[in-house]
């Protein structure tokens, strides 16, 4: 079976994540508006600006469809600008507080390699580009990661975030990790 995962393309890094989801065997779509949502089997948030792609969420009437996509079990990942798209004070599709550009503006884009639970054969090398982190989180989220002891990566159900960028520097194993997720769930029956 060839999962079909939707990645939101208002503006940002979505073709990065096209390129890693052909390459792994999934069939990327891009999601601009609400009819590109249908019979999605996981969807990714990617990075950007997270402003622009919370006012294009806004303008496209994506908001309320997405939130149905998460509360129906499909999995989501968040990256970077999406994982801020989906905290509290925007989709609230999981219980955790982004701080944007918490490591520094430009500065503090970095590479670092980290142990990310559930990713197995050594640490992920992360790109991280104007990165938030984590600034609080409530008990049903767990914590995969941390960076200068902030949260850089959790999960909360079906919904998986982390503040760097995994369709860069060609470690693809988060995305196997998030595909699995996608097959499990769209061979389990509803
Ligand atoms: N700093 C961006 C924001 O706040 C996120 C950066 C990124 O996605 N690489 O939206």
């Given amino acids: 079976m060839v999962p079909v995962v939707g990645i939101l393309a208002l503006q940002g890094d979505f073709?990065?994540?096209?390129?890693?989801?052909?390459?792994?065997?999934?069939?990327?779509?891009?999601?601009?508006?609400?009819?590109?949502?249908?019979?999605?089997?996981?969807?990714?948030?990617?990075?950007?600006?997270?402003?622009?792609?919370?006012?294009?969420?806004?303008?496209?009437?994506?908001?309320?469809?997405?939130r149905e996509l998460v509360d129906a079990g499909t999995p989501v990942l968040g990256t970077c600008a999406g994982l801020i798209v989906l905290d509290r004070d925007h989709l609230g599709a999981l219980d955790i507080r982004a701080r944007r550009n918490a490591f520094g503006r430009q500065v503090r884009s970095f590479e670092a390699d980290l142990e990310l639970a559930g990713v197995d054969g050594g640490p992920v090398r992360a790109v991280f580009i104007?990165?938030?982190w984590i600034d609080d989180h409530g008990p049903d989220v767990e914590v995969l990661a941390e960076v200068e002891g902030h949260p850089i990566a959790a999960r909360q159900g079906n919904v998986l975030v982390l503040a760097f960028h995994p369709e860069l520097g060609g470690d693809r194993r988060v995305h196997e990790l998030f595909l699995d997720a996608v097959r499990a769930a769209a061979a389990s029956p509803g």
């Fill in 130 to 132: 104007r990165a938030p």
């Fill in 15 to 66: 073709e990065a994540h096209a390129r890693v989801l052909r390459e792994l065997g999934a069939e990327p779509r891009e999601v601009r508006i609400p009819a590109d949502l249908e019979g999605l089997d996981g969807l990714i948030l990617p990075g950007g600006e997270s402003t622009v792609m919370t006012l294009g969420i806004a303008r496209e009437g994506l908001a309320e469809p997405l």
